[in-house]
């Protein structure tokens, strides 16, 4: 049964009341996918209190409904996010650090996967919700700047996603000058996942979509806390956790799906729409790695 809802977020319990506050986040669901848009155009969708504390109750939100398996965050407008509101920091400084690090946590530690369409420029705070989701899309014409220090702050929350995507070297460099960067160079140091022309930017979103949707939920949620955990720890420590989880993975009922489905050759129950014949290698060889 096809699940779609379309609706604007509220704040959730522990956040800003959304009495009197205007629509700022809005939330689509649709075929397992949860599109997640920053609706605050006329400025440029900054990190006021609102947009935050809509968005962490549009990802929650999204987190909660079983129907969805892929959440897509983006920006209405020309910019995906121009930082921090600084008409409400001059006022109530720190207002919405404490948020914006709930936000972050949330898109990080998803079991689900996040894709980011960056559907134009982002600065500052906005930093830190791209290097947040696990796979970043900009267009070329998308610019990007670290440019705290250059109002007299430093990139302190949005730091901790950022320096686990970004190199040493380009982290010094972008961080301590401000300086503007292109999407290329926001693809090469590790900030984003691709730079793709401007025409083709939903074209290469709704790829990685479309794909992360033919993954088993399970899977993707292991997959992550994989990625999260990174290369700490000794080699040999590494192996034997990794074995105990590859063999409760390969006993667990998504894999004797996912091998029997390809002994089948059809698509796996998870994966949504009439059957398909599945491409099989060649050589009749499975997938499967230990």
Request: charged share 20%; aromatic share 4%.
């Amino acid at each position: 049964m096809r699940h779609e809802s379309d609706h604007a977020a509220r704040s959730g319990p522990g956040e800003p009341p959304a009495t009197g506050s205007p629509t700022v986040v809005r939330s689509r669901s649709a075929g397992g996918v949860a599109t997640i848009t920053l609706d605050s155009p006329g400025n440029a969708n900054a990190l006021s209190s609102a947009l935050v504390g809509q968005l962490r109750a549009a990802i929650a939100g999204a987190l909660a409904d079983a129907a969805v398996r892929v959440l897509v965050l983006t920006g209405a407008g020309r910019a995906f996010c121009s930082g921090a509101d600084l008409t409400e920091a001059r006022t109530s400084p720190g207002r919405s650090a404490g948020l914006l690090a709930g936000v972050i946590e949330a898109l990080w530690e998803s079991g689900k996967p996040v894709v980011c369409r960056v559907n134009g420029a982002a600065r500052a705070g906005g930093m830190g919700l791209v290097a947040a989701c696990d796979i970043a899309v900009a267009p070329r014409r998308a610019t990007f700047a670290f440019s705290e220090v250059r109002i007299g702050v430093a990139p302190a929350v949005i730091s901790v996603p950022c320096l686990r995507r970004i190199a040493p070297r380009a982290a010094a460099e972008l961080f301590l000058t401000g300086e503007v960067f292109d999407a290329d160079r926001a693809a090469a140091i590790g900030l984003i996942s691709r730079a793709v022309p401007d025409g083709d930017l939903d074209a290469v979103t709704g790829g990685y979509v479309a794909a992360l949707l033919r993954a088993a939920p399970g899977a993707i949620a292991a997959t992550k806390a994989i990625l999260r955990e990174g290369a700490g720890g000794t080699v040999a420590d590494g192996l034997r956790r990794m074995s105990e989880l590859s063999g409760s993975l390969f006993a667990g009922e998504e894999a004797r799906e996912g091998m029997l489905a390809f002994a089948e050759r059809r698509d796996p129950a998870w994966v949504a729409g009439p059957p398909q014949a599945a491409a099989r290698p060649r050589d009749g060889r499975g997938h499967g790695s230990r």
